[in-house]
């Protein structure tokens, strides 16, 4: 069974850091892509940013120049640095992967992990 386990969530002042880490476990042959989407209450849910196993990267307009995915193939995890919070950057952030099962790729969710930048 693949689990994918998100971690360093919490309450930040704006204008500080925050990193979140998803740390892939089970049985799988390789990571194809990994991402992290967040949803608030009220809106739809968001690609917040995304990196392939080639290391090529993608980030949402709203976030460029204050986050940073990166990855760390030994661990199986991805990172989520998150610079300069703003109370707009409040969601649920939910790791997303594409991982190669036996022959096929399939895409697996975390539970998500609440970061919370009062106003």
């Known amino acids: 069974q693949v689990q994918l386990v998100e971690s360093g969530g919490g309450l930040v002042q704006a204008g500080e850091s925050l990193r979140l880490s998803c740390a892939a476990s089970?049985?799988?042959?390789?990571?194809?892509?990994m991402r992290w989407y967040r949803q608030s209450p009220g809106k739809q849910r968001e690609l917040v940013a995304g990196?392939?196993?080639?290391?090529?990267?993608t980030y949402a307009d709203s976030v460029k120049g204050r986050f940073t995915i990166s990855g760390d193939n030994a661990k199986n995890t991805v990172y989520l640095q998150m610079n300069s919070l703003k109370p707009e950057d409040t969601a649920v952030y939910y790791c997303?992967?594409?991982?190669?099962?036996?022959?096929?790729?399939?895409?697996?969710w975390g539970q998500g992990t609440q970061v919370t930048v009062p106003s």
């Open positions: 990196i392939s196993s080639g290391g090529s990267t």
């Open positions: 997303n992967a594409d991982l190669r099962v036996i022959s096929a790729v399939t895409r697996f």
């Open positions: 089970g049985r799988f042959r390789s990571i194809n892509a």
